[in-house]
């Protein structure tokens, strides 16, 4: 079965840090890859998307990705994190020929960033 | 444009019991999927609608049902409620398509006493 591994379950930085975080899946076939992000009291939204095409994806507020097929990852950067980047993190994967949108989420990854 | 709309917010149920669960889409969306997120876990999949009709299910006994109507607004509907049914359950609409990036509800928390 298919799943996804988020290393980190609670990470703190102080601003001006930089931040990555690590994100594994299993499955051996194409996907599709996705960060969502969840900032406090506000719904899941998505942060960026792999589908094809140049493993580096770039997505909102200075996030990127970099898709590893060897090594199964999609792990989330960003050089200089912000107060306002605290928020709980997703990584999501989308297996081709499963259901349309069928996402498998990891744990979650929450970021607390210090003024 | 609207966005994902969920009532109610909160909710307790006693085991036992049913519970329905509604959610309304975002405004030219055609597809709805349900998930449900345990405390501590990432959301877990429950099943979609597409053209009111089930378009894909996850790993959810048969006591969790669903419907969608021509308006495209749908409804989770749970029976004999149990205590680890406990979660926020989370509503997402989509355009058909794998390509198409899911846009999701604030979430019915449910709590099962």
């Known amino acids: 079965a298919q799943s996804v591994s988020q290393h980190n379950h609670h990470v703190i930085l102080s601003e001006a840090a930089s931040l990555e975080l690590g994100c594994n899946y299993s499955y051996g076939g194409t996907v599709n890859l996705f960060w969502y992000v969840q900032y406090p009291g506000q719904h899941l939204q998505l942060l960026l998307k792999y589908f094809s095409g140049d493993p580096l994806v770039k997505g909102i507020k200075g996030f990127e990705a970099e898709f590893i097929k060897s090594k199964f990852s999609f792990n989330l950067r960003k050089p200089s994190v912000q107060w306002s980047d605290t928020a709980e993190y997703f990584c999501?994967?989308?297996?081709?020929?499963?259901?349309?949108?069928?996402?498998?989420f990891g744990t979650g990854t929450l970021l607390a960033v210090q003024p | 444009e609207t966005g994902v709309t969920q009532s109610p917010t909160h909710l307790i149920k006693t085991r036992g019991q049913q519970v329905t669960l509604r959610c309304s889409s975002q405004s030219g969306h055609n597809t709805v999927s349900w998930y449900q997120q345990a405390l501590g876990q990432g959301p877990q999949f429950i099943f979609q609608?597409?053209?009111?009709?089930?378009?894909g299910r996850g790993n959810f006994p048969p006591r969790f049902s669903g419907l969608q109507f021509p308006n495209y607004s749908s409804e989770l509907n749970v029976n004999a409620l149990e205590l680890d049914d406990s979660a926020l359950y989370l509503c997402?609409?989509?355009?058909?398509?794998?390509?198409?990036?899911?846009?999701f509800g604030n979430g019915t928390r449910l709590t099962v006493t």
């Open positions: 609608y597409y053209r009111e009709e089930e378009n």
């Open positions: 999501a994967v989308n297996s081709e020929g499963g259901a349309t949108n069928k996402l498998i």
């Open positions: 997402a609409s989509s355009l058909q398509g794998d390509n198409s990036p899911l846009h």
